[in-house]
C-alpha cells in the first residue's frame, strides 16, 4: 500500500488533538499505547510539552482579550512550538490556519493567523518577557523548581535542564544471546554508530525506531536507560536462587535479571494489562519467569509462603527522573502527589521485607530525583525495621543517580536483613 504523505497541517492538528488529550488529563503514555504515531506528530506533540509553561504563556500573553477554546489553544501550542523549533515561519502560518479548518475549528482562523504572526514580528521580546518567569524559564512547573531547589542546592539547575533534553537511546545486550563487542561489531559492520556506556549498555548515536534496530527481533538487545540497567547487576542474584521482582512491568529489569542468570524469578504486578507486555518481551527474548498479577502491598493474597533470597522493588513513583522521556508528567503531577507516592512506597517496602529471607538483600529503586520518595522513604524504612541495613551499592554509594547525557535519574538502595 502507498504510503500516504501527510502535510505539516496534518501533523499539527493530529498533534495539537493528542495535546489537548494531554491537558485533559490522558498520559502520553497511554496515547502511545493506544496508537501508532508518526515521527512529524511525535516531534511537536514532545516539543510543545516539554516547553508547555512557554507556549502558554505566550498564548496568554498574545490572546488575553479572547481566550482560545482548548482544542484552538492546543493548535496554537504546536504552532508555536513549530515556529521556535526553527520551521519556515511562513509555511508553519498557513499550515496552521489550514489545520483549524480540519480541526473543525474554521471561525478560529483568524486568531490562529494573527496570533502567529504577531508572536513572530515580536519573539524576542515575547520570549524575553515570559522566561522572566520561572516556570517557562525553566520549563517546569515552580512546585517542582522549588522542591529540586531545596534538595540539591547545588545541582538543581542542571537537573531541570537534563528534563528539557532529548532523551538517549540506549540498548541492553542480551546476554545469554551475544556479548556486548560482538553487538557492536554487528552495527559497525552496518556503520550504526554507537558507544559502550555499560557493560550490557550501548548507546545509538541517534534514535531508531525498534524495528530498525539490528537482533531486536532476535532478541539480542532490547531497549532501557542505561540508569535503568543499573538494578539487575547490583541485586546481584545467582542462578537457582528465588528472586521476587514486585513491580515487575513492563519487564525491562525482569529480562536483565534473567538475562544475568538463571534465577527463579517470581514477577508480580498489580496492573494485569501490563503484565501482557512483560510476555512479549519474555517471548521475544526466549525467558521464562512465574507471572502474577496482584498487590505487591497484600502477599497475602499471592504469596506461596517460601522466602525470596533477592527482591527487587522497582516501585511506583512520580516519574521525576525521567522527565525529558515522558514531558507530560511535569504537568500531569500534583505537588501534593510526592507524599502519596512515599507513602506507598514506604507501605511497600513494609510489606515486601517479610517476604525476604534473613540474610537476603532487597533493593529499593525508583526512577525518582525527590529526596521524599527516595533518601527519606530509605530512612523512614531503616528507622522502624531493626533487622535491616543499608549496605554497599558499588558505584552508586549516594543512592541518587542524578540525569545526564547517557542516563535518566534513578535511585537505588541495598537492603539487607540481618542473617
Ligand atoms: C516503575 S514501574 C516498573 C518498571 C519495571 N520494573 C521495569 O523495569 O520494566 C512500576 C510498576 O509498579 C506497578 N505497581 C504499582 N503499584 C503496585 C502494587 N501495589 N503492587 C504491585 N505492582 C504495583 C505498576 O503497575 C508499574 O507497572
Known sequence: MAAHAHSLADDLADASRLIARVAGGTSLAALRAAAALRPGVLEILYGALRDYAVGDRLIDALAHRTPPDPAVRAL?????????????????????????????????????????????????????????????????????????????????????????????????????????????????????????????????????????????????????????????????????????????????????????????????????????????????????????????????????????????????CTASGVVRRYPDIKWLRRAEDVAGFADLQARLLAALWRLLEPGGKLLYATCSVFHEENGAVVAGFLERQPDARRVAAPGIEAGQLLPDADHDGFYYALLQKNA
Not at 519487564?251 to 501482557?276: F, I, M, N, P, Q
Request: hydrophobic share 45%; charged share 25%.
Open 76 to 316: 496554537l501550542l504546536a504552532g508555536l512550538r513549530a515556529l521556535r523549533s526553527g520551521r519556515p515561519a511562513h509555511a508553519v502560518v498557513s499550515q496552521a490556519v489550514d489545520a483549524a479548518v480540519k480541526l473543525r475549528r474554521s471561525s478560529a482562523k483568524g486568531l490562529v493567523n494573527a496570533l502567529l504572526r504577531n508572536y513572530l514580528r515580536d519573539s524576542s521580546a515575547l520570549e524575553a518577557r515570559v522566561a522572566e518567569h520561572e516556570e517557562a524559564r525553566y520549563c517546569h512547573p515552580q512546585w517542582w523548581i522549588d522542591r529540586l531547589r531545596t534538595d540539591y542546592p547545588d545541582a538543581w539547575e542542571r537537573i531541570l535542564a537534563a528534563g528539557n533534553t532529548h532523551p538517549p537511546m540506549t540498548l541492553r545486550v542480551n546476554a545469554r544471546r551475544t556479548s556486548t563487542a560482538d553487538y557492536i561489531a554487528m552495527l559497525a559492520a552496518q556503520d550504526i554508530a554507537v558507544r559502550q556506556i555499560g557493560p550490557y549498555a550501548v548507546r545509538l548515536g541517534a534514535p531508531r525506531p525498534v524495528d530498525a534496530v539490528p537482533g531486536f527481533d532476535a532478541g539480542l538487545v532490547s531497549v532501557q536507560d542505561a540508569g535503568a540497567q543499573l538494578a539487575a547487576p547490583l541485586l546481584g542474584a545467582v542462578s537457582g536462587q528465588r528472586v521476587l521482582d514486585a513491580c515487575a512491568a513492563p519487564g525491562g529489569k525482569s529480562a536483565h535479571l534473567l538475562e544475568l542468570a538463571a534465577v527463579e524469578l517470581t514477577a508480580l504486578d498489580v496492573d494485569d494489562r501490563r503484565l501482557d507486555r512483560v510476555r512479549t518481551t519474555f517471548a521475544r527474548l526466549g525467558l521464562a519467569a512465574r507471572l502474577i498479577a496482584g498487590d505487591a502491598a497484600a502477599p497475602e493474597s499471592w504469596w506461596d509462603g517460601r522466602l525470596f533470597q533477592h527482591i527487587l522493588l522497582d516501585a511506583p
